[in-house]
Nanobody
Framework: QVQLVESGGGSVQAGDSLKLSCVMSGKTEDTYYMTWFRQAPGKEREGVARIHRLTSITLYADSVKDRFTISQDGPKITVYLHMNSLKPEDTAMYYC??????????????????WGQGTQVTVSS
């Protein structure tokens, strides 16, 4: 089992920055992909940034490319999401998730085995 705990959300103005953190514990060696998802009211959960825990290769949704950066710390038990130039449309609950897939890239939420409880980000104009 893997436990994920997010923190760092809050209410900010458009153009501000926030840094979200996701602390992992448990059998983290069984996870290969970490992704930050977000879900706004009435919308589907969408992946915004993904990192491979062994190679640190990243992938971003077009909507956040050049504004958000996903990273992990040295021991690789904390994953961060640095969010710059925030927009009102970034308002959502943000979740970190871990996948144990290693034979292919995860495609969507169903490919993730472990989820945090979420942290709210609200951006006002």
């Amino acid at each position: 089992q893997v436990q994920l705990v997010e923190s760092g959300g809050g209410s900010v103005q458009a153009g501000d920055s926030l840094k979200l953190s996701c602390v992992m514990s448990g059998k983290t060696e069984d996870t290969y992909y970490m992704t930050w998802f977000r879900q706004a009211p009435g919308k589907e959960r969408e992946g915004v940034a993904r990192i491979h825990r062994l190679t640190s290769i990243t992938l971003y949704a077009d909507s956040v490319k050049d504004r958000f950066t996903i990273s992990q710390d040295g021991p690789k038990i904390t994953v961060y999401l640095h969010m710059n130039s925030l927009k009102p449309e970034d308002t959502a609950m943000y979740y970190c998730a871990a996948s144990s897939l290693w034979t292919r890239n995860p495609v969507g939420p169903a490919d993730y085995d472990y989820w945090g409880q979420g942290t709210q980000v609200t951006v006002s104009s």
